[in-house]
């Protein structure tokens, strides 16, 4: 049995940046998906990571990179993606489990601990005002488990936690900073800040966020790369 799980959504059918995941970062000539999965690797309080990815023929590129890359994955429907999410956690019956995104190269592995840590009764975690991209959710398997057996609306099918939010007790957890930045990659200019960023910043191994955020408070103009960006609602 494996206590805490991490399990990273990921697909390159993406309708504004198809394959961003493959994208190489700065001069590392790492892929997204390689730097999320790093990062994660340094949570203390992770203790298995796994990608869930569609199993369309769409998407067979990415297992191949992924087995390539000796990144464990799972493989479910494209368009339930609870139904995916659940089946993948269940194959290693965790007690916690891990929801992080594959367009967030910048996700926080020291908040990730933090969350896991400050779960304590709750069945939920998440930290609102981290930047957007850095945070994951954290949630008990038998909330996950409860969402997939009951839920019936179709975008508790589409987003994985919407049923655990209403249906389970939640904590927020509020950060010493609250920061306003952009850090995910759905679009061509969140690629261009997230390329800036490592050309800048990596040298081979994971750079801690506040590093990243020093670099922004630094030059703030550089935000203005994908500052017209408007994420999408869910």
């Known amino acids: 049995m494996v206590k805490t799980l991490c399990v990273v959504q990921a697909r390159l059918t993406s309708s504004r940046l198809p394959k961003k995941v493959l994208m190489e970062l700065g001069d590392s000539h790492l892929s997204i998906a390689e730097h999320v999965y790093a ?12 990608f869930a990815i569609p199993d369309t023929s769409l998407n067979d590129e990415l297992a191949t990179f992924l087995a390539r890359k000796h990144i464990p994955y799972f493989r479910g429907s494209e368009d339930d993606v609870l139904a995916r999410f659940y089946t993948c956690a269940a194959a290693y019956n965790p007690e916690l ?65 919407p049923y655990i939010i209403r249906n389970n007790q939640c904590k927020d957890f509020h950060p010493a900073e609250v920061l306003n930045y952009r850090l995910t990659v759905d679009e061509e200019a969140d690629f261009e800040l997230m390329n800036l960023i490592y050309k800048t910043l990596y040298h081979g191994a994971p750079v801690e966020n506040r590093r990243i955020y020093d670099f922004l408070k630094e030059n703030p103009a550089v935000l203005e790369i994908n500052g017209s960006v408007r994420q999408k609602k869910v």
């Open 97 to 161: 489990v891990v929801r992080a995104t594959c367009d967030n190269p910048c996700v926080d592995w020291q908040l990730a601990d933090q969350l896991i840590e400050q779960l304590g009764d709750a069945d939920y975690i998440y930290c609102k005002e981290a930047p957007l991209g850095t945070s994951v959710e954290v949630f008990r398997f038998a909330a996950l488990e409860e969402a997939y057996r009951q839920a019936s609306q179709p975008r508790d099918h589409e987003h994985v936690t």
């Open 39 to 50: 990062r994660l690797q340094k949570a203390s309080r992770i203790d298995e990571i796994v």
